[in-house]
T-cell receptor, first 111, second 113 residues
Framework: EDQVTQSPEALRLQEGESSSLNCSYT??????LFWYRQDPGKGPEFLFT???AGEEKEKERLKATLTKKESFLHITAPKPEDSATYLC????????????FGQGTTLQVKP | DTGVSQDPRHKITKRGQNVTFRCDPI?????LYWYRQTLGQGPEFLTY????????KSRLLSDRFSAERPKGSFSTLEIQRTEQGDSAMYLCASTQGAGNEQFFGPGTRLTVL
């Protein structure tokens, strides 16, 4: 069964304190790993798609990397506006294209 | 605004009542997905449409739930005889093709009293 586990569940950082969020997955036939940002009371906002081990994507202070078993979302010098829940999801070999999500990591960045 | 829209944004209902939610996907997207998200959890897949055809339903989707996508455009999700356990955020997402990223709407927050 396809499964995604994110850690830690919650993370508190000081502004400027870099860190990483982890997403471990088991899936038959990975067809994409996706990172989303979700603000309270809103729908998930797409950040990155990674398809193969070794791939990296960057956007502002965020960098996503992928191995055969896990993905990391690195946050460099975060700002308070980076505070949100970060969701990881995988798409397996099913033709539906449905996403299997982890439970998310809630990030709080204090000024 | 060319994003995914959902209506209503919030719905409060009494147990036993029926509710219906609407999702308008990005216009050129042929795939539409419904997910449910409870507090502190990631979204869980409910069902998906390719054009007007409903091609998969999760075991989470009991007989009280029904979804439609007439003419392959907007979609509706109806819950009959609501229960307190149905309280959640209902999210709609759309995409073009199976491998691409899904874009989510703002969600409908359902509270069943």
């Amino acid at each position: 069964e396809d499964q995604v586990t994110q850690s830690p569940e919650a993370l508190r950082l000081q502004e400027g304190e870099s860190s990483s969020l982890n997403c471990s997955y088991t899936v038959s036939g990975l067809r994409g790993l996706f990172w989303y940002r979700q603000d309270p009371g809103k729908g998930p906002e797409f950040l990155f798609t990674l398809y193969s081990a070794g791939e990296e994507k960057e956007k502002e202070r965020l960098k996503a990397t992928l191995t055969k078993k896990e993905s990391f979302l690195h946050i460099t010098a975060p700002k308070p506006e980076d505070s949100a829940t970060y969701l990881c999801a995988v798409k397996g070999s099913s033709n539906t294209g449905k996403l299997i999500f982890g439970q998310g990591t809630t990030l709080q960045v204090k000024p | 605004d060319t994003g995914v829209s959902q209506d209503p944004r919030h719905k409060i209902t009494k147990r036993g009542q029926n509710v219906t939610f609407r999702c308008d996907p990005i216009s050129e997207h042929n795939r539409l997905y419904w997910y449910r998200q409870t507090l502190g959890q990631g979204p869980e897949f409910l069902t998906y449409f390719q054009n007007e055809a409903q091609l998969e339903k999760s075991r989470l989707l009991s007989d009280r739930f029904s979804a439609e996508r007439p003419k392959g455009s907007f979609s509706t999700l109806e819950i009959q005889r609501t229960e307190q356990g149905d309280s959640a955020m209902y999210l709609c997402a759309s995409t073009q093709g199976a491998g691409n990223e899904q874009f989510f709407g703002p969600g409908t927050r359902l509270t069943v009293l």
